[in-house]
Every structure is written in structure tokens, then in C-alpha cells.
């Protein structure tokens, strides 16, 4: 029989991913890659969900700004975050594609490094009521000697205990499949490894009200398994829809190279080479088609095939898919399908752009609460390794909401706003520039002051 060597048989622990929320969790994982099941050569992907978990990610992350400010180890904090400000964009899509992200910071000499690790590459076994995970297993690998060496950090996080345990394992089974299942092998100590040598097995902590990771979810209810506390990709609920559309738009492929424009001409009227097979033009191969002389009764010397093409009801159908994508996956109708083919009421348009709005506006203030989360966790690690002087860390989030809001149209408010009387100068400037209203009304009086008689809503001076 067999040896078992899965985290439940090694270990004792029973993650709390169900069969079916891994299954899932691959599927939208090689939908993300384009490796459906349903692709082949006769099916090719149009990138739906990616393009679904980079557009959700560009509405959540636009014009966002993340402020850190009060001390040396706020500033050291905010050097830490800078990747993420860099990348965010990036690593909130795959957070969307996959369902959630955790990130999870490390001493690294004398800074933090913060590693993202996708939802389905860590291993939860526990949560508490609120559904934070306060279970999780991150496994990292290393391949060498035509083996694989795998080592599980083992993160156990209570009011009164905090543990952190590693250990480790080699297999000749380099390929990993599935981190919920996976065969560790046999288990052998950290220092077997080199790279792994100097990492202490067990390490107790106490008196830290948080976890050293932090998990983004993506706030969407799952209906895979009821009672997980993982999050679903935006996309999750389309799938079905993104295979229609996949095979729609193969089956518009085919009607194009179906009713190609050909000629079709008898042999004996081809040239031929030395062994009798007839000579296409060269370039042109596509544009004949021949036929034996013998089955030349009835038929002119050559004819023209120029079917008309259906294309335009092909196009109708594959749109509607389209629609139904951006419905299930809460994005504003026209966002990726033919903008000119909403035939939507306005109320419809509008609704689906609230849809939109809440949907982003729940991820940001997900993403907002992980990064919070983060930042306790980093500023525990500066404190524990005495990496920078203490102090008070101010953080602060700044959203877009110009997914509801049409900013050129409340621009264009505001402007008559001013030249009613209703909203002052300094105001518009206060909104518009994100100038104080100090500096404001300063601006104004100078402006007022070179150009006396100015009456436009930046040189009056209006309080």
C-alpha cells in the first residue's frame, strides 16, 4: 500500500479548503492562463477573464493613494509599501482572478520584504467567528538534486498564543499540482537544507493582537462552499458564459474562412509540374480550388465562390454573451462589450454602473482593511527585530470614485455653480486643485491683485 504523505497524514491538520473550492480554484486559475478545458485549436480564448480581473483591478486601484506619515518608522513603514504602491494595479488583478491574496512580511537583514501570496498557493486550517483566518500554511520550495525540498511555515494565531512553525520535507515528486493535496515525502530537519539552515522550528510569540500576514478576500459571496471564508474571482459566476463566448467567437472564426472568396477552375486549365500536380500561383493558393475534368459537366470553365457572410448575427450572439459576462461580473454594460450595442434603458445603464461602483467600492475597502492589517503586521516585525526607533504610524487611503461620479459633468456643475453665486471661488479651487483653502483664497487675491477687474472664478476674490 501506498505511503501517505499529504499535510493531513504528516501533520494532523485538515485544511479548510473542500474539494470543490480547490476544484474551483483551478478553474479559474487556467482560465486566467488561458488553459480552459473547453480551448483547443479549433477554440481560442479572448482573454475574457483576465481582461475582467484587469479591468476590476484598474477601477479599484485608480487614483489611489496610500499615506504613511508620522515618525522615522512611519517612514520606514512606507518604504516598505512602496512595491506594492508601485505594482498595486498588478497584484490586485491576480488577487480578483484567484479570489484573494495573502501578504505576508519577512525580515530580510535589516528590512522587511513583503511576499503576495495568491489564495491558491497557502494552505488555511483555521478561522475565527468573524471569518479571519487565523490558520494558514505557506509552503515555499526548493528544487535541486532532482528533488523537491518543501518547507511548510505553519502560522497558529489565538488571543493568548501565537506560534510559528517550520518544517520540512524532500519528495522525488517535482510537480506540484495542487498545494491542498500534494505528497510532501519524507520529513527532514531545516538543517538539511542550506538555504533553510539558519530558520528556527518553532517560535512562540505573545501579546500581538494580530497575525504576521494580512488576507485580502474578494467580498463576493460564495456560493462553491457556504461555509468558507475564502473569497471567489470576479469572474467566477461567467464561466459558463466565457466558454459561450469562446465558442461563439470560434464559430465567426469559421464563417470568415468558410466563405473565403475562391475560384473554381478545372485542372487541365492549371499549370502542372513534371509529375501532373496541378501549380497554384504562387501566394495565391487560397484563392483556387480544382476539380477533375470529369466533373466538369454542367459547369463553366470557372466559377466564382463568393457566399455572403453571416457574420453579423454571429456578432449579435457573441455580444450578448459578452453582456452577460459584465452583468455577472458587476461591470458597467459597453465595458467589454460593443459600447454601440447597449440597448439598455437608462435607468438599466445606470443601475448596472452602481452595480459596478459597490462591487469595487467592497474590494477597495477589503483591500484597505488587509493593508491595515499589513502594516500592523510589519511595524510588530520593526518593534520584535529593533529595526528603526519607535514612533507613531498615521496611515491614510485616498479612493476614486469616478466610476459613479462623471467628473467632467460635475466639473462643468460646479463651473456654474461659481458663476451663480452657489459655491465660491476658493471652494472650486479647494475641489478641483486640492489646494487648502489658505492657499486658495491666496491665489485668488494675487491673481486679483495683477490683473484688476479679472471677474473669472479663479481671479475673483469671493469669500
Not at 479599484?60 to 516598505?80: L, R, Y
Request: with cysteine.
Amino acid at each position: 500500500m501506498a505511503t501517505k504523505d499529504t499535510i493531513k497524514d504528516k501533520l494532523g491538520i485538515q485544511t479548510i479548503v473542500s474539494p470543490d473550492m480547490a476544484n474551483a480554484l483551478r478553474v479559474w486559475k487556467n482560465a486566467y492562463i488561458n488553459k480552459s478545458a473547453w480551448l483547443n485549436e479549433d477554440v481560442e480564448s479572448l482573454n475574457i477573464p483576465a481582461t475582467v480581473a484587469s479591468e476590476v483591478a484598474r477601477l479599484v486601484t485608480i487614483e489611489n493613494k496610500i499615506e504613511i506619515t508620522g515618525s522615522q518608522k512611519a517612514d520606514f513603514i512606507d518604504e516598505c509599501l512602496k512595491y506594492f504602491k508601485t505594482e498595486k494595479k498588478n497584484i490586485v488583478e491576480m488577487a480578483c482572478a484567484k479570489g484573494g491574496m495573502y501578504f505576508k512580511p519577512y525580515v530580510a537583514g535589516n528590512n522587511v520584504i513583503i511576499d503576495f501570496i495568491y489564495q491558491d498557493e497557502a494552505i488555511p486550517f483555521k478561522y475565527d467567528g468573524n471569518r479571519n483566518i487565523t490558520g494558514v500554511i505557506f509552503p515555499s520550495y526548493i528544487f535541486k538534486n532532482n528533488r523537491r525540498y518543501t518547507r511548510l511555515e505553519i502560522h497558529d494565531f489565538s488571543e493568548d498564543k501565537y506560534t510559528i512553525e517550520n518544517k520540512c520535507f524532500v519528495s522525488k515528486e517535482k510537480n506540484i499540482t495542487d498545494v491542498f493535496s500534494m505528497n510532501l515525502g519524507n520529513e527532514i530537519s531545516l538543517e538539511s537544507v542550506k538555504e533553510w539552515k539558519d530558520i528556527e522550528p518553532l517560535v512562540s510569540v505573545n501579546g500581538v493582537d494580530y497575525p504576521f500576514y494580512s488576507y485580502m478576500r474578494i467580498p463576493i459571496a460564495n456560493n462553491i462552499d457556504l461555509k468558507s471564508p475564502l473569497g471567489v474571482s470576479v469572474y467566477a459566476r461567467a464561466i459558463k458564459d466565457i466558454k459561450k463566448a469562446d465558442k461563439q467567437m470560434a464559430r465567426l472564426d469559421w464563417e470568415f474562412e468558410s466563405k473565403e472568396t475562391a475560384i473554381e477552375m478545372a485542372e487541365s486549365y492549371m499549370k502542372q509540374d513534371a509529375y501532373g500536380s496541378v501549380m497554384l500561383p504562387k501566394g495565391k493558393e487560397r484563392l483556387y480550388r480544382t476539380y477533375e475534368d470529369e466533373s466538369l459537366e454542367g459547369k463553366k470553365l470557372f466559377e466564382l465562390f463568393s457566399p455572403e457572410i453571416r457574420d453579423q448575427s454571429y456578432v449579435n450572439g457573441l455580444n450578448k454573451y459578452l453582456q452577460q459576462i459584465e452583468f455577472k461580473c458587476s461591470l458597467a454594460y459597453g465595458t467589454i462589450s460593443d459600447p454601440q450595442q447597449v440597448d439598455k434603458t437608462a435607468e438599466e445603464i445606470k443601475t448596472s454602473k452602481q452595480r459596478s461602483y459597490q462591487l469595487v467600492s467592497d474590494i477597495q475597502e477589503s483591500l484597505e482593511n488587509a493593508l491595515n492589517g499589513l502594516i500592523v503586521a510589519i511595524d510588530n516585525l520593526i518593534t520584535a527585530y529593533e529595526l528603526c526607533p519607535d514612533g507613531n504610524v498615521d496611515v491614510s487611503f485616498q479612493w476614486d470614485d469616478s466610476i459613479i461620479v462623471d467628473s467632467e459633468k460635475e466639473k462643468q456643475q460646479d463651473i456654474q455653480d461659481v458663476n451663480l453665486g452657489i459655491m465660491a471661488k476658493w471652494e472650486y479651487r479647494v475641489k478641483w486643485y486640492g489646494e487648502t483653502e489658505e492657499k486658495a483664497k491666496a491665489i485668488i487675491a494675487e491673481t486679483n491683485s495683477l490683473s484688476p477687474g479679472l471677474s473669472n472664478m479663479f481671479g475673483e476674490d469671493d469669500e
